[in-house]
């Protein structure tokens, strides 16, 4: 893969998969404009790679804030790719017990804000004829889970944004896919008991967690020309959970 004269828009890229996607894209030549809320961490990466990043602060959920980074993104350089990567996991609670707040401020990050910015970016790639848009979504875009319903709702709806803009984009050129990341090594779990992380990569055929750098492979492969014939599509990186039916 080769980002030479890429630009490639990153939310939630302060740490975890987003970073992780950000350090693939610049090391096989590409600039980055780095979006999340933590303005110290975002800088520490402008220091290590210099004037091919571009820092733009800002919370997904408040909607100018994050129309705002977009548009810083835009004067750095035309927007190749975009990876909609920011999210939050969220409150766990019964449904009958699952309040409006928590509801709506998990929504804000985790579907509002994919729903503008790929309405913000995709126009400008229709009209240049070329683009390369990713959404992250979950094993919870693909099965059920109790006790997060709004999660599971909004990791769902990313399958149909990707699905819906994939059909709008394919004939000028844009594509649009949705990653599923299974159970991954990032500071999502932070705080998790140890037992607990020994339980969850026990549902994993390879035993294991998967690492940040392994969904920032995928990432930046769809994001790359090699995946010019790949649209519309869900793309599992799991360790084999969605695939495969394990007798335990």
């Known amino acids: 893969m080769n980002f030479t004269g890429k630009h490639i828009v990153i939310t939630g890229a302060s740490t975890g998969i987003g970073k992780a996607t950000a350090e693939k894209v610049l090391a096989l030549g590409g600039k980055v404009t780095v979006i999340a809320r933590s303005a110290d961490k975002l800088a520490a990466l402008k220091d290590a790679h210099g004037e091919a990043v571009n820092v733009a602060a800002a919370d997904v959920a408040d909607a100018a804030a994050q129309a705002a980074a977009l548009d810083s993104a835009a ?29 709506d401020s998990l929504m804000a990050v985790n579907q509002h804000a994919h729903f503008r910015a790929v309405r913000q970016v995709i126009g ?42 994939a ?32 339980h969850l990569s026990g549902n994993v055929p390879q035993n294991r967690l998967g690492s940040s750098e392994e969904i920032a492979n995928v990432a930046a492969f769809l994001l790359s020309d090699e995946a010019s014939h790949v649209t519309g599509q869900s793309w599992a990186v799991d360790g084999g959970i969605l695939g495969t039916l394990a007798v335990r």
């Open 124 to 165: 400008a790639m229709k009209q240049r004829g070329k683009g390369s848009i990713v959404i992250t979504g979950s094993l919870a875009s693909e099965r059920g889970m109790a006790m997060n319903v709004a999660y599971v709702m909004s990791k769902h709806a990313m399958l149909g944004l990707s699905r819906a803009a």
């Open 167 to 198: 059909l709008e984009g394919a004939a000028h050129g844009v594509r649009v896919n949705c990653i599923v990341p299974g159970f991954i090594d990032t500071p999502l779990m932070d705080g998790i008991p140890p037992d607990q992380l020994e």
């Open 75 to 103: 004067a750095f350089a035309p927007i190749n790719g975009l990876f909609c990567n920011a999210g939050t996991g969220g409150t766990f609670a019964p449904l009958e017990d699952y309040s409006d707040e928590n509801y």
